[in-house]
């Protein structure tokens, strides 16, 4: 079965500085898709940026960026220039791309801070 | 297009009493899901479902049921509400593949916060 793993419960960050939260999974599959979520106090989920496990060039989208190392599994999430909206929960997600049923497997999530 | 919606946002229960939980979509996606959030544990799948008349269990799928008469709704049941079900609800859909390149992209409701005394 597959797992994400996100071992970093809180972190703070400064105002317009870089912040990078981790993210590692586990899977036998070759092809899959990973995903970060973001969920402000509004609870709403906002997805954030997306990866084809068969893309090596990693994904961005304007201030995020990812860095995803297949072979280490691992799939890290680089917010530049952060700003006060930022500061929300971020869950990172994995789902099968063979299963059919596109169920996503989430990680307990990482809190960040941003401080002004 | 008001994408994906639920009801009610918030409702107390007591143990024992029963509840609907409805989820709505007008974006014609084929799959739907329902999970649960809690402190600590991030979001788990309870039952989705590929299409209209079908339904599958998640990851922890005791305790509920649903259902999926119509393509664009999909409800969640509890029978017997227990504390163990306090928790955040939220719904997702999804296209099926071939008809979007987001196939595999999940666009969530805005959740459902239930306590149960």
């Known amino acids: 079965a597959q797992t994400v793993t996100q071992s970093q419960p809180e972190m703070s960050v400064q105002e317009a500085e870089t912040v990078t939260l981790s993210c590692t999974y586990d899977t036998s599959e070759s092809d899959y898709y990973l995903f970060w979520y973001k969920q402000p106090p509004s609870r709403q989920m906002i997805l954030v940026i997306r990866?084809?496990?068969?893309?090596?060039q990693n994904a961005t989208e304007n201030r995020f960026s990812v860095n995803f190392q297949k072979a280490a599994k691992s799939f890290s999430l680089k917010i530049s220039d952060s700003q006060l909206g930022d500061a929300a929960m971020y869950f990172c997600a994995y789902s099968s791309a063979g299963s059919g049923t596109y169920k996503y497997i989430f990680g307990t999530g990482t809190r960040l801070k941003v401080l002004a | 297009n008001a994408g994906v919606t639920q009801t009610p946002k918030f409702r107390v229960l007591k143990t024992g009493q029963s509840m609907t939980l409805l989820c709505a979509q007008d974006?014609?996606?084929?799959?739907m899901y329902w999970y649960r959030q809690d402190p600590g544990m991030g979001l788990r799948l309870i039952h989705y479902?590929?299409?209209?008349?079908?339904?599958a269990k998640g990851e922890v799928p005791d305790g509920y049921n649903v259902s999926r008469l119509k393509k664009q709704n999909f409800l969640l049941g509890l029978e017997s509400a227990a504390p163990s079900q306090t928790s955040v609800y939220f719904c997702a859909s999804s296209p099926s593949p071939g008809t979007s390149f987001r196939y595999n992209e999940q666009f969530f409701g805005p959740g459902t916060r239930l306590t149960v005394l």
């Open positions: 974006m014609n996606h084929e799959y």
């Open positions: 990866q084809e496990a068969y893309k090596q």
């Open positions: 479902s590929v299409g209209e008349g079908t339904t």
